[in-house]
Structures are given as structure tokens and as C-alpha cells.
């Protein structure tokens, strides 16, 4: 596609509930992040997939939460069990690779409410 | 630890003249600088990047200058119009990682008619 897609656009859901949330990177792009945006911060890394590669986790704040991403192109983040500090911002970005500096270009993100 | 700080969580400018957006790193590894504008409901947009071999990059409107020795950089846009309101963020990678960024909290820019 044209751009980065993510979706839904906003998800409401009870604590305890789990939520999958979806990313469709720019086509022919081998890298794809995930971050979030709590209200007033900047953008947190959560996970890093490149090509077929494992992926980089490091960034996942806990065990409830776990991506993958199926044919090198399309990821799901799942957030198992979720609480009220996960409502953020869920940001997705792709890029050609970590050639040079790796721009990364992002989704609208997916706006997740917990209650 | 914060290692991406931009210090002014807002900034108003008049039309035309210029705005400076700054930003402070503590990192030393990192080498690769980055702004982004994001307008709200829409995902960050790239603006302008600046490795840490040069010192200015400068792209019509948008300049990038970068200070190694005080880990600071700035973001030049002149002449600002309203159409550049917006939250700009500062970002930064580091090779040897999956180079993911570590983005600042942001500016708001609000650019007065």
C-alpha cells in the first residue's frame, strides 16, 4: 500500500481483556517496529522484526504482550489480560532496513482504551 | 533515564518569522538524529535527519543543526506558516542496535496568522 495501515483506528476494552492489534507496513519494506504513545510522553519501542529474522523484544514492558509477523509483511501485536496502564497510543512503523540512518515511516496508530 | 529531552513542551511564533525547536541527548553512541512532525489522530511524519558526521542538513524550509560536543540539536523552519502547527519530535538510533528510535516528549508549535 501507499503508507503504513494499522488497525482498528480505536479499540475499547475491558481490564482482563485481550486485544490483538494489526499493522500493514509499506510493501517492500523489511523492517517493521512497534512503539507506543502514553498521553503526554514520547513514543516507546516495544518490538523490532527484520526480514526473518527474531525478532528484537527488548522493548515489550511485559510478558502480556507479544507480537508476530506472518510472511515478512503483515504484524499483530496481542496484548493478553489488559490493564489500565496499557491504554496508549499503539504506533507501528516500517522501513527499507537499517541502511544509512533507517527512516522510519509510521501508521495513525491504533488509540486503545482500557477501562 | 531520559536520553532524548526536548525541554519546551510548547512554542508560539508568528507567521513568518523563524521557529527553533530544541533538543538535548545524553547518549554518546548515538549517530543518527531524526524530526518528526505529527498532527493529531495521524501517526508522526518524517521531516528532516542529520547523521552525526555533519554538522547542518538543511532541507527548503527545515534546517537540522547538530552540536556533538553539547549533545544538542536544533530545528530550524523559516519562514513558519500556520500549516506548520503541530507536535514535533525529536529522535534518535545508534548502530549496533535494531536501530529503533528513542524519540524526545515532543513540542507542541503553534504558528500564530
Known amino acids: ?115 | 533515564d531520559q536520553q532524548v529531552k526536548q525541554n519546551s513542551p510548547s512554542l508560539s511564533v508568528q507567521e513568518g518569522r523563524i521557529s527553533i525547536l530544541n533538543c538535548d541527548y545524553t547518549n554518546s553512541m548515538f549517530d543518527y538524529f531524526l524530526w518528526y512532525k505529527k498532527y493529531p489522530a495521524e501517526g508522526p511524519t518524517f521531516l528532516i535527519s542529520i547523521s552525526s558526521i555533519k554538522d547542518k542538513n538543511e532541507d527548503g524550509r527545515f534546517t537540522v543543526f547538530l552540536n556533538k560536543s553539547a549533545k544538542h540539536l536544533s530545528l530550524h523552519i523559516v519562514p513558519s506558516q500556520p500549516g506548520d502547527s503541530a507536535v514535533y519530535f525529536c529522535a534518535a538510533s545508534r548502530e549496533g542496535s535494531a536501530r529503533q528510535l528513542t524519540f524526545g516528549s515532543g513540542t507542541q508549535l503553534t504558528v500564530l496568522p
Open chain 1, 1 to 115: 500500500g501507499a503508507g503504513v495501515s494499522q488497525s482498528p483506528s480505536n479499540k475499547v476494552t475491558e481490564k482482563g481483556k485481550d486485544v490483538e492489534l494489526r499493522c500493514d507496513p509499506i510493501s517492500g519494506h523489511t523492517a517493521l517496529y512497534w512503539y507506543r504513545q502514553s498521553l503526554g510522553q514520547g513514543l516507546e519501542f516495544l518490538i523490532y522484526f527484520q526480514g526473518n529474522s527474531a525478532p528484537d523484544k527488548s522493548g515489550l514492558p511485559s510478558d502480556r504482550f507479544s507480537a508476530e509477523r506472518t510472511g515478512g509483511s503483515v504484524s499483530t501485536l496481542t496484548i493478553q489480560r489488559t490493564q489500565q496502564e496499557d491504554s496508549a497510543v499503539y504506533l507501528c512503523a516500517s522501513s527499507l532496513g537499517l541502511a544509512g540512518g533507517n527512516i522510519q515511516y509510521f501508521g495513525a496508530g491504533t488509540r486503545l482504551s482500557v477501562l
